[in-house]
């Protein structure tokens, strides 16, 4: 193979390539615009919001415990008609 050709082929192999990727674009799945819900929930709110609820049941744990201890519980039993 002389170099011309060797030349000719990597020119034509750019040309090629370099229409095959002007034709390449995003999907529309891809782009987002501002103001587009994320697929997935923020992790950072998440821990927050996880953390809040912690500390509710930490609390709700607190009054039951102390409504125990104080010993005026009063629980009624009944069974199911």
């Known amino acids: 193979m002389s170099r011309r050709t060797g030349w ?11 229409c095959v ?9 891809a782009q987002r615009s501002k103001g587009a819900t994320l697929p997935f ?20 744990l607190k009054e ?3 409504l125990l201890r104080s010993g005026n519980l009063k629980v009624i039993v009944s069974e199911p008609e």
Request: net charge negative.
């Open 64 to 66: 039951q415990n102390a």
């Open 41 to 60: 929930a923020n992790s950072v709110e998440q821990r927050i919001q996880m953390v809040n609820h912690l500390a509710e049941i930490k609390e709700l």
């Open 8 to 18: 000719a082929l990597l020119v034509a192999a750019n040309v090629v390539c370099y």
């Open 21 to 29: 990727l002007g034709f390449y674009q995003t999907p529309a799945a």
